[in-house]
Antibody
Framework: EVQLVESGGGLVQPGGSLRLSCAASGFTFSRSWMHWVRQAPGKGLVWVARINSDGFSTSYADSVKDRFIISRDNAKNTLYVQMNSLGVEDTGMYYC????????????WGQGTTVTVAS | QSALTQPASVSGSPGQSITISCTGSNNDVGGYNYVSWYHQHPGKAPKLLIYDVTNRPSGVSPRFSGSKSGNTASLTISGLQADDEGDYYCCSYTTKSTRVFGSGTTVTVL
């Protein structure tokens, strides 16, 4: 079964840092591009970042550029996002999603992990 | 990057057809045939419905169809069913090699 499982969410103070992980299984992780997408409580989906299959190409939303770093370990089938200088506006559910080779869309999603930035 | 513009809500009766629009610019929707659509039930992860403007992944009902004209993409749901309720989002590739989602549309089956 193709599956993505996020972890690492929690409560963090403003200005703090957090690293989220996304464990992939059931498919060839090293061939897929991967994304992080977030959703503030009661709000819409917001694209955060993307990494290509070998990890050498990344792109970010302007709102997280220079604060977040997306990375991957293909040997461990795991995607990461290091989030620094967190603000209350970063609060929300964070989803990882797969972009299968050959399509420009997110075809498999995890169930998400919740990040709360509050003092 | 501002969110693509979608109507806040659309409703229809069972069996009817509805269409959700998604308006962007030449830098995203109008510039590429890389628009995708997602359905999200409350408290659940989004599900891919349409990719590359018109293509349906395996397992997605043919009741869902996509199209594009200029800077506006559209999702049509035909034969509306109760389980079609929820939030719908479009998403486009952009000139910066990023992605941008739409503002979201809540579909209600009357």
């Amino acid at each position: 079964e193709v599956q993505l499982v996020e972890s690492g969410g929690g409560l963090v103070q403003p200005g703090g840092s957090l690293r989220l992980s996304c464990a992939a299984s059931g498919f060839t992780f090293s061939r897929s591009w991967m994304h992080w997408v977030r959703q503030a409580p009661g709000k819409g989906l917001v694209w955060v970042a993307r990494i290509n299959s070998d990890g050498f190409s990344t792109s970010y939303a302007d709102s997280v550029k220079d604060r977040f770093i997306i990375s991957r370990d293909n040997a461990k089938n795991t995607l990461y996002v290091q989030m620094n200088s967190l603000g209350v506006e970063d609060t929300g559910m964070y989803y990882c999603a797969r972009q299968e080779s050959g399509i420009i869309a997110m075809d498999v999603w995890g169930q998400g992990t919740t990040v709360t930035v509050a003092s | 990057q501002s969110a693509l513009t979608q109507p806040a809500s659309v409703s229809g009766s069972p069996g009817q057809s509805i269409t959700i629009s998604c308006t962007g610019s030449n830098n995203d929707v109008g510039g590429y045939n890389y628009v995708s659509w997602y359905h999200q039930h409350p408290g659940k992860a989004p599900k891919l419905l349409i990719y590359d403007v018109t293509n349906r992944p395996s397992g997605v009902s043919p009741r869902f169809s996509g199209s594009k004209s200029g800077n506006t993409a559209s999702l049509t749901i035909s034969g509306l069913q109760a389980d079609d309720e929820g939030d719908y989002y479009c998403c486009s590739y952009t000139t910066k090699s990023t992605r941008v989602f739409g503002s979201g549309t809540t579909v209600t089956v009357l």
